[in-house]
């Protein structure tokens, strides 16, 4: 119908054919092309977040270790705060240590409070040990008589071991370190470390 409301005059009385119809789409070539192009997007953005993930854990693992380094950081410098006092403290006296054996030309020192029954071994370059097998400090009193103080390991950097003795003792000749095969023995073996 036109504006006057009178409908088209059919084509064989000299009206216009009747517009044909616009073509139907047909698949064509872009179709695989953009599966193509999304499964390369995916791949990408699988690419950017396991990047992302991998980011994240590595800074958790960092903030870690940076805590457990804050922390220990904190305890050597109460440590040495305690080794200061202990040094300084009047009660301390030091037993110097001659190395044998496998110590031989090594020295070590026991700082020792005969009151408090507390001491601290320090020793550089402590032969390191077989596996299995462990240093054990021994008090010595007047009489020669050993007493365990404890069982320790060598530490390259520098070794360094407290020690407390739980029955207080009326005197003290010096210190011995033996080599055992476990820690829990009643009398030193073979000796690496004894007061000159």
Known sequence: MNEFRIPPLPASFGGMPPSPRPPEPRGGSSGPFL??????SCLVLGVVLAWGV????????????????????????????????????????????????AALGQSATVAWQQATGRGVLMGEHVPALETGRAYVLWHLDKSGHPTRCGAFQ???????????????????????????????????????????
Do not use: C, M, W
């Open 154 to 196: 060598e530490d390259v950097t520098g070794t360094f071991y407290e020690f407390a003795l739980k029955q207080p003792t009326d005197s003290t000749a010096g210190f011995q370190v033996s080599v055992e095969p476990n820690s829990d023995v009643d009398k030193p073996g073979r000796i690496v470390y004894e007061t000159n």
């Open 35 to 40: 599966v193509l192009l999304l499964i390369l």
């Open 54 to 101: 991998h980011e994240r854990t590595q800074r958790a693992v960092v903030s870690v270790r940076n805590e457990k380094l804050a922390n220990a950081y904190v305890i050597v410098l109460a440590k040495r705060s305690d080794l200061v006092s202990f040094l300084t403290d009047p009660r301390t006296h030091l037993y110097h240590l001659a190395g044998n054996g």
